[in-house]
Each structure stands twice: as C-alpha cells, then as structure tokens.
C-alpha cells in the first residue's frame, strides 16, 4: 500500500517510515502542507499520516483538500500529532479524518492502528466492486457502462470514427419466471452472459442494463457491419439453455441497436431508448442477413 506521511518532524518521518517500509508499505514523505498538496495531486495514496502543524496550512484543511479530490479508491487519514485534546480531536474528524493515534510514536499501536485501516480500506474496495459489477452475471453495471460510453464516444469524435451499442433483450424473461420460477430466468440471464463474453472481441464490452437485458459495445463497428456480428452472435446463443426438471428452455432474444456519435448529442443522450433501431427476434434477424450474404 502506498502511504504519504505528512509531517514537519524529520525525526517522526524516519522512524513512521522505517516501520511502514517494515511492513511492506510505500511511503512518501511531505514535510510541509504545499509539498503534501503537490504529492495528494500527483500520487494516488490509500492512506495519509499527517500531523497536525505543518507549514502552509492546518491539518483540516489538508484533509478536507483530500476528501475533496476526484480519486476512485478512497484515502483513509490518520491524525498522528501531540495535540489531543477534546476540541482538537473533534476537529480532525469533523474535517474527514478515519483515525487519531497521539505521539509519540509507540510501534505496537501503530501496528494495530494499520491493521483497522486497511480492514476498512478492504471493505470499500469490495463495495466498490460490487456496486460496479452485477453479482450474478459478472458483468459490468449499467452505471458503470455509461461512466466508460462518455469517454470512448469522446474518442470516436475525435479520431472521426464510427461505433455501435447493440442491445439483446430476454423477450421471454417474464414468461421464463411466470412459469418456471425468477431462478430459472436468472439462470438464462447468466447462460446468455457466458455464451457472449465467450464470442466477442477483447475490444468489445458486455454490461448488464436490467434483469433481462444486456447491452454490447462494439467500437470501431459501423452499422454496415451489424450482420456479421449479428450472424456470429446467433450462431453462439444458440448453445445458451437452461434446464429445469424434464424441460430444456431456451432463450427469446430481441435485438436493437445505435450507432455513435450522433452530431453533437451527449453519450447519455445516444443511448436513450428513443435513438435505438429495434431489429427484431436475433435468429430471424442473422437468418435474413445470412441469405442476402448468399444472394449476394
């Protein structure tokens, strides 16, 4: 783990440092309040140790500056300073610290105080990758989709390249849970997930947009090449089934599509429902475009 001690103390700063590198942990060192700023602003920490009087600014100031930058992971902040009274305290975690350990410096508390920090760092990352990614498929969150969409349609803008967001749709799904229970349905859901993370491209993505619907990105893939994809994508859905006591279910997928950038449209605009070409039923859709292929 990666920490940046932030402390006037050059003493204090060896002796932090020499146990956190110990401990198998990065440390930085920002001796006044500027050199942390530049340091929190370059660097990505998981934890910070700061002191509470460093040159050019105060310590709640340095930890609202980190509650306020635009990380993905979060910082936990740990008070490590002689000043312990009551106000003092309150202060520091009214400004967003996780922790207040007193100096001096006593190893085995700090230790303990590491251990509680990376248990509540472990914690975040975990609930951070369960809300990005849907538990049951695997699959990225819609949330998390279109967080990604906006940048690769700014790049298609730029670079003056053309891309599609192909949408699959369970058709069945309501039909598949009325009569075979909503597990059963899920497992289609999951079957169809498999199947497709299976036959696209690396460059491709696959994000879950609801209980019975998928969306595909294909970047770089206009319109005028849907029906390979869609010929493709059929052939391998076909091996997606769920089986239910004595039944063999089989999935019902409608397709729709939207091609990017469209004009000056922003990324959550192109994705709106209002913009997608619906197809229609993905095996009958790859059977039309398979026999102009042979017609042609």
């Excluded at 696209?200 to 998928?214: E, G, H, N, P």
Aim: glycine share 6%; with cysteine.
């Amino acid at each position: 783990m990666r920490i940046l001690i932030a402390d006037r103390n050059q003493l204090v700063n060896r002796l932090v440092r020499m146990k956190l590198e110990k401990w198998g942990h990065a440390v930085d060192i920002a001796p006044t309040g500027s050199a942390a700023r530049e340091a929190l602003k370059l660097n990505s920490y998981r934890m910070v140790i700061m002191d509470w009087g460093l040159e050019g600014t105060d310590a709640p100031d340095l930890c609202r500056y980190i509650r306020s930058l635009d990380k993905i992971s979060y910082t936990y902040v740990m008070f490590f300073s002689e000043r312990t009274d009551h106000d003092g305290i309150m202060e520091a975690f009214e400004a967003g610290a996780d922790d207040f350990m007193p100096k001096p410096l006593n190893p085995q508390l700090l230790m303990l105080r590491m251990k509680t920090g990376e248990r509540v760092l472990t914690l975040e990352d975990e609930l951070r990758m369960t809300s990005s990614y849907d538990t049951s498929t695997g699959l990225i969150t819609y949330t998390t989709f279109r967080s990604f969409f906006a940048t690769v349609m700014a790049g298609a803008r730029r670079h003056e390249s053309a891309g599609t967001v192909l949408f699959a749709t369970l058709s069945n799904y309501a039909a598949l849970s009325d009569a075979h229970g909503n597990i059963a349905a899920s497992k289609m859901m999951i079957e169809i997930a498999k199947v497709t993370s299976d036959t696209i491209r690396s460059s491709d993505m696959l994000a879950k947009v609801a209980d019975d619907q998928f969306c595909l990105l294909l970047p770089q893939t206009a319109s005028a090449n849907l029906p390979i994809v869609i010929i493709h994508l059929n052939k391998s859905l076909q091996e997606a089934s769920v089986r239910v006591g004595e039944v063999n279910l089989l999935p019902q997928i409608d397709v729709s599509y939207v091609t990017y950038p469209i004009g000056k449209r922003t990324s959550e605009e192109v994705l709106a429902v209002e913009n997608r070409t619906h197809m229609g039923r993905i095996d009958e859709v790859a059977e039309a475009f398979a026999a102009e292929a042979d017609e042609g």
